[in-house]
């Protein structure tokens, strides 16, 4: 069994129910589930392979969730951050955990040109929200429009 077994059985009996509320935003279970599967398909486009780790710096928000079920999708391993670390430690945690991929959301963006440097593993940095991504990092929003969307890895 895995967290997805939860979403497939929410799309099941009631996909069009509300499966996320943030602020304004609302997603029903489908819309949810797309959402998942585009950044499933943006991981494996940046070449996340299964069981890769992906860590994740963000705050608690509805974005955090499609992040969490995002990288099973793709077949790789969450590795959630503490969002109360200083940059040397979350980079001694990141290179430690082996993560090729880090989703940063637009709180932690500021962190990224102290920590890309050290980050022995990492290939891609996304970063999440209306905040423009560092140099060498990408819109986390721009890869889910641009991905297609990627069948749930078994």
């Given at each position: 069994m895995s967290i997805l077994q939860g979403l497939r059985r929410a799309c099941q009996i009631n996909p069009n129910g509300i499966a996320t509320i943030d602020g304004d935003r609302r997603q029903t279970w489908l819309q949810f589930r797309?959402?998942?599967?585009?950044?499933?398909?943006?991981?494996?486009?940046?070449?996340?392979?299964?069981?890769?780790?992906?860590?994740?710096?963000?705050?608690?928000?509805?974005?955090?969730?499609?992040?969490?079920?995002?990288?099973?999708?793709?077949?790789?391993?969450?590795?959630?951050?503490?969002?109360?670390?200083?940059?040397?430690?979350?980079?001694?945690?990141?290179?430690?955990?082996?993560?090729?991929?880090?989703?940063?959301?637009?709180?932690?963006?500021?962190?990224?040109?102290?920590?890309?440097?050290?980050?022995?593993?990492?290939?891609t940095v996304f970063v999440s929200g209306s905040a423009a991504p560092p140099p060498g990092a990408t819109s986390l929003n721009a890869a889910i429009e641009a991905a297609d969307p990627i069948a749930e890895a078994d």
């Open positions: 797309d959402r998942v599967a585009r950044f499933g398909g943006a991981l494996r486009s940046a070449g996340v392979q299964r069981g890769d780790r992906v860590a994740i710096l963000s705050l608690n928000a509805d974005a955090y969730l499609e992040y969490f079920y995002a990288t099973p999708w793709a077949g790789a391993l969450v590795v959630p951050l503490n969002t109360r670390l200083a940059a040397p430690e979350l980079v001694a945690i990141i290179n430690d955990a082996g993560a090729v991929a880090l989703v940063v959301d637009e709180n932690f963006a500021a962190m990224l040109p102290a920590m890309m440097p050290r980050l022995t593993t990492v290939r």
